[in-house]
């Protein structure tokens, strides 16, 4: 059975950085493209980044999140990771990892998801 | 970006009826090369992690219920839900993986009559 397990949220000051894990069980993520996907309180889905497991490693972010978040793997682990910087209160949301059945550059739809992991960024 | 839209933000059924959620994109997600819609239905009941119910617009996910179907192309997409029973109380939300960033409806709150 596919699973996915999110960990690493917690409430962290503005400016402030946490790293989210996504640890996958019943499958292998070096055969998939993985993705993060965000709810804030009350709010709807919105994608924040995903992560190729072609050769070239590509990865691809939401606009608001470029250069400031960076999703990476551990094959070994069969972990994802992602990894935040210079938080934001708007960041604040629950955090999903989700297996994708890739189907262009960057773009694919959600096959599994995790339960999510909650990150507050608040002073 | 592809805005999505969805109508109505919530309806509310008796059991046993039909239910329809409408999804608009801005621009068409049909890949004209393969003949293929890219979006997909999800169902994100409250605590839990969302489920994948369509893809490819009307593609049924492996193990959802035949009562889940959608239909459309372009730019005007539509998930029916029929014989509503109680456990399918959630939000629904079309998704556009055509071009990125990937975009998602707002949700429609499916409520129970």
């Known amino acids: 059975e596919v699973q996915l397990l999110e960990s690493g949220g917690d409430l962290v000051q503005p400016g402030g950085s946490l790293r989210l894990s996504c640890a996958g069980s019943?499958?292998?993520?070096?055969?998939?493209?993985m993705s993060w996907v965000r709810q804030a309180p009350g709010k709807g889905l919105e994608w924040v980044s995903i992560s190729s497991n072609l050769a070239d490693g590509s990865t691809f972010y939401e606009d608001s999140v470029k250069g400031r978040f960076t999703i990476s793997r551990d094959n070994a682990k069969n972990t994802v990771y992602l990894q935040m910087n210079s938080l934001r209160a708007e960041d604040t949301a629950k955090y999903f990892c989700a297996r994708t059945s890739a189907t262009g550059t960057g773009r694919g739809y959600f096959t599994h998801w995790g339960l999510g992991t909650l990150v507050t960024v608040s002073s | 970006d592809i805005v999505m839209t969805q109508s109505p933000d919530s309806l509310a059924v008796s059991l046993g009826e039909r239910a329809t959620i409408n999804c608009k994109s801005s621009?068409?997600?049909?890949?004209?090369?393969?003949?293929?819609?890219?979006l997909a239905w999800y169902q994100h009941k409250r605590g839990q992690a969302p489920k994948l119910l369509i893809y490819?617009?009307?593609t049924r996910e492996s193990g959802v219920p035949d009562r889940f179907s959608g239909i459309g192309s372009g730019t005007d997409f539509t998930l029916t839900i029929t014989n509503v029973q109680a456990e399918d109380v959630a939000v629904y939300y079309c998704h556009q993986y055509y071009q990125s960033p990937m975009t998602f409806g707002p949700g429609t709150r499916l409520e129970i009559k």
């Open positions: 621009q068409s997600v049909l890949w004209n090369s393969n003949n293929k819609n890219f």
């Open positions: 019943g499958f292998t993520i070096n055969d998939y493209f």
């Open positions: 490819w617009a009307s």
